[in-house]
């Protein structure tokens, strides 16, 4: 069964901005969930930490190479975050998975399939 699916990924030009969005299946996004994130893994790369946010505090943290130009939201009513890119750069160009953990656990419970974003020059 999907728990996250992922959608908004494109192709864009440099400079410009694109919104991900990630829509949660009830297990996937619930009382027990802890944090909401946003992956990506470019080819022939490991799959890297993009963003984090806090479910129930909204505290957000950020990837050093993204801050001030990517934003993480949460909509709990919807069981939905976004990710807003603005300024992109072809380095930027991956596969991009939601991601959500439990309170308690280390790793991400449960794993979008990815949307392509692609950045060209």
């Known amino acids: 069964q999907v728990e996250l699916v992922e959608s908004g990924g494109g192709l864009v030009q440099a400079g410009d901005s694109l919104t991900l969005s990630c829509t949660a299946s009830s297990r996937a996004f619930s009382s027990s969930t802890m944090s909401l994130s946003w992956f990506r893994q470019a080819p022939g790369q490991d799959r890297e930490f993009v963003a984090s946010i806090s479910k129930n505090t909204g505290a957000a943290s950020y990837a050093d190479s993204v801050v001030g130009r990517f934003t993480i939201s949460r909509n709990n009513a919807n069981k939905t975050m976004l990710l807003q890119m603005y300024a992109l750069r072809p380095e930027d160009t991956a596969v991009y998975y939601c991601?959500?953990?439990?309170?308690?656990?280390?790793?991400?419970?449960?794993w979008g399939q990815g949307t392509q974003v692609t950045v060209t020059p």
């Open positions: 991601a959500t953990k439990r309170f308690g656990r280390s790793n991400w419970d449960y």
